[in-house]
């Protein structure tokens, strides 16, 4: 008679073999579905484990009707039975740990101790992060569905799912020791609630509790559903600000927990509080990893090498997660948090550094020897002479250029700094070489911008340039891409349209993408794909902070050209509330009538009901019909067809409309040197990075110029925002203010670069761990290139795991 784990092999058997011959039913004589329902009915009858048999169930109802159904539905099933049977497979074999297992225990000091780590061999450490948080007790299938929102669909993703926040109920205080103006927790039973309507529009309620030597009441105000969840004698917790209002002390809004008799989870500790969803409670979301913590949690290998948790006194991976769970103390926690976050930087650096010597041992890169010296006669030719920045930044690129190893570089420099200028002469260079240069962009108007300027600048060149953007009519577009893919175009300057199929270059040596932070890292890679490992140059605006820089741009070497050209005057920056336009607009009048122009910026395209924002289809109408009735304005916004964006730039750029009202649609790229004055109209609404890229269209010229922010914000990092703003034109100090104020997160979306988002780490706080992070990493691939050794090898797999985002299901076999 076949044991369980007999008959669980025969039924895997042969599920590959029915996919590879294409869902046919026919991977077996007598039907794949007869046979996988017959031996789960062998194994019903051998087994008595409750959860082994719903399994069996599901996976019966599944196959049913396997043979009656169309080949598209049978690959369904089959993709669905694969988590079932991975679940049938661990449920089914029990897992015994050796006593030598069990008996071995790693030395380390007190401060680190480390519980037992049971050798897991790293081909194990996938099914264990793939582990369906479905089948654990308690869940299902409705309930797995709801944490799917929350990012949970395994085991992994539950214990590495950290709390958001903490509520410290280990010390309470007594109700009879309580001052006014302290922040404490009380502990106490519920006497008595109460709903107030002092006026139409106010519901007060009041939640009085007593802990034997006193009384105190919660109040929430327009909270009435609260009400429900509080009955009398139910012992609860409050905690926040004690005050004394008619003559009983409260806490307005406070923090509040409710405790069950039975319930140890919650009594005298510190509790997390987790980011939950509806239909998902903290009280759920404790239990479970509480649950998970007890029965998973032996089955995490430890991924960090020994003798590197020694050097630094990082605690096990166990205990840290145990603690940022249910911590025992303050500084159990940070310990905990200490180890995470090293973890989480350490894999972020190695990713990235790996990534980073990938593309640095590419042998067949491009070799620029220039024949002809084009880059030389046009930087003799400039009018100006180039800042010590950038011909730092142009030695930098000619050394990579000129090198046979592949050049990936940044070249990160403020607005006006001139970037494009050094960007010019690593084309020509290319060119001179005998290749061609590509540049993306990322919008039309830009990469018209940089056609017109470089059309401009190289006119007594013999070069055939070229623009390819997505409004080109086919007949043009197919006469172009023939003329790259036959090497008669030079360069060719382009938006997305750059990377779509079909588009073939002869030899193409030189990639080029500006505004760097619109391009992820896999539109990045599709152009470069175009040749044959050409070199790569990408450009930002944006200013980063070095810790994010690190991050980011980790694959890339760093130039930073923080020097503007010599003459240049700071651009004027007030804050105005909308109670100033007649003053903004009479000074907008002074600089028109003075030859000038202006840029007038608005959040929004149209009308909102939702919002209270001025809308630049408004603005427009408003500034032409009864502002500035005999001056002509202009309209641009992202809704625009292509041909209308060019037609109102180049009548902008020509001087023919004085006052341009648009979108952000202006924010980078756009440069007509004669508008001194960008007002921007509810400033509010955007965040620093783009108001500074706001700012930076004007500033562009031999006059003065200014930028008016117009703003009524009602929260403190709206008022902070616009006064950094009136302070400062250096764009690397705005950077780091706006990384204080809204996070790495939001500062700058790390999806779009193929990086993993940070669950623990704060790049701010932890500026000291990613340094020293990368130095670990450095030191280990010094060592161990490719992470090949035994005790880099769980490691390595986790950095392929948080990379390629959420692990593949690997095939049962």
């Not at 109040?219 to 009983?248: C, D, H, M, T």
């Not at 409670?281 to 948790?309: D, G, T, V, W």
């Not at 220039?370 to 030719?381: D, F, I, N, P």
Request: aromatic share 6%; proline share 3%; glycine share 8%.
């Amino acid at each position: 008679m076949e044991s369980e784990k007999e008959i669980i092999k025969k039924l895997l058997k042969p599920l590959k073999i029915e996919r590879n011959l294409g869902y046919t039913n026919s991977a077996v004589l007598g039907g794949f579905a007869s046979y996988i329902l017959n031996w789960l009915g062998s194994l019903a009858e051998l087994t008595t484990k409750e959860q082994l048999l719903e399994l069996i169930a599901e996976l019966e109802q599944l196959f049913s009707d396997y043979a009656q159904v169309a080949p598209a539905q049978r690959k369904e099933k089959l993709q669905e039975s694969r988590e079932l049977f991975s679940r049938l497979k661990e449920v089914a074999v029990e897992e015994v740990q050796s006593p030598a297992e069990a008996a071995a225990v790693q030395e380390s000091g007190p401060e680190y101790q480390t519980a037992v780590q049971t050798e897991v061999k790293e081909e194990e450490f996938p099914q264990f992060w793939r582990q369906s948080i479905r089948y654990i007790k308690g869940v299902g299938k409705k309930r797995a569905a709801k944490l799917s929102r929350l990012g949970i669909e395994t085991v992994w993703d539950a214990l590495f799912y950290f709390p958001r926040d903490y509520r410290d109920w280990s010390q309470t205080a007594q109700i009879k020791d309580l001052k006014v103006g302290s922040k404490v927790t009380v502990r106490g039973q519920v006497l008595g609630t109460e709903e107030l309507r002092p006026r139409q529009g106010l519901t007060i309620i009041k939640v009085i509790i007593g802990d034997g030597t006193g009384k105190l009441a919660g109040v929430w105000f327009n909270q009435p559903y609260l009400k429900k969840n509080f009955k009398r004698g139910a012992q609860v917790a409050f905690s926040g600000e004690i005050q004394r209002k008619y003559g009983e002390l409260q806490i307005n809004n406070p923090n509040y927990e409710l405790f069950k008799s039975k319930d140890d989870i919650y009594v005298g500790r510190i509790l997390p509080v987790y980011a939950a969803t509806e239909g998902i409670s903290q009280n759920f979301l404790r239990k479970l990893i509480k649950r998970l913590l007890k029965e998973e949690l032996a089955k995490l290998p430890e991924f960090l090498p020994l003798e590197l948790r020694s050097k630094h006194r990082l605690w096990g991976i166990k205990e840290a997660l145990e603690q940022i769970h249910f911590p025992e103390s303050r500084e159990e926690l940070e310990q905990a948090r200490r180890r995470l976050v090293f973890d989480e930087l350490l894999i972020l650096q190695l990713g990235v550094l790996l990534k980073k010597s990938d593309l640095g041992e590419v042998e067949s890169g491009v070799l620029h020897q220039e024949k002809q010296q084009l880059a030389a006669q046009y930087r003799q030719q400039l009018p100006f002479e180039l800042t010590k920045a950038q011909l730092k930044v142009w030695e930098e690129i000619k050394e990579d250029m000129e090198s046979a190893q592949v050049m990936n570089r940044l070249i990160q420099g403020d607005v006006g700094s001139g970037k494009t200028v050094v960007a010019t002469l690593a084309l020509l260079k290319a060119v001179g070489s005998g290749y061609q240069g590509a540049m993306m962009a990322p919008t039309e108007i830009l990469a018209e911008q940089h056609y017109l300027g470089l059309e401009d600048s190289l006119a007594d060149y013999d070069l055939e340039l070229g623009l390819l953007v997505g409004s080109l009519r086919s007949s043009a577009k197919e006469e172009l891409l023939t003329e790259i893919a036959q090497g008669e175009i030079d360069i060719v300057i382009g938006t997305h349209a750059l990377i779509q199929e079909g588009i073939e270059f002869q030899k193409l040596g030189l990639v080029i993408t500006d505004e760097q932070h619109r391009f992820g890292v896999k539109q990045r890679a599709v152009l470069k794909e175009k040749g044959a490992n050409p070199d790569v140059l990408v450009m930002t605006a944006t200013p980063i902070p070095r810790t994010l820089a690190l991050t980011l741009y980790g694959d890339l070497d760093l130039s930073v050209i923080d020097e503007l050209p010599p003459g240049r005057k700071p651009v004027v920056t007030e804050w105005r509330s909308e109670a100033a336009y007649p003053k903004i607009y009479s000074f907008m009048r002074q600089q028109i009538e003075a030859g000038r122009q202006a840029y007038v910026v608005c959040p929004l395209v149209e009308e909102s009901e939702e919002l209270d924002i001025t809308s630049a289809v408004e603005l427009a109408n408003q500034l032409n019909e009864e502002v500035f009735p005999q001056l002509t304005i202009g309209l641009l916004h992202g809704q625009l067809k292509a041909e209308q964006k060019e037609m109102i730039m180049e009548k902008f750029r020509c001087g023919e409309i004085d006052i341009l009202v648009s979108t952000t649609v202006i924010e980078v790229g756009v440069n007509v040197p004669n508008a001194t004055l960008m007002l921007i109209v509810d400033a509010q609404r955007f965040g620093l990075a783009q108001l500074h890229q706001l700012r930076g269209r004007v500033g562009r010229g031999e006059h003065q110029s200014y930028c008016v922010l117009v703003a009524d914000p009602s929260t403190d990092s709206g008022r902070q925002r616009m006064r950094i703003m009136t302070r400062s034109n250096d764009g690397f100090e705005i950077a780091e203010e706006d990384l204080k104020l809204r996070g790495p997160g939001e500062f700058f979306g790390t999806r779009q670069h193929g990086l993993p988002d940070l669950k623990i780490a704060n790049l701010l706080r932890d500026a000291d761990t990613l340094e020293l992070a990368r130095k670990e990493a450095l030191q280990m691939l010094e060592s161990d290139n490719k992470l090949l050794a035994a005790e880099h090898q769980l490691l390595k797999r986790l950095i392929e795991i948080r990379f390629g985002g959420s692990i593949e299901m690997i095939e049962v076999s």
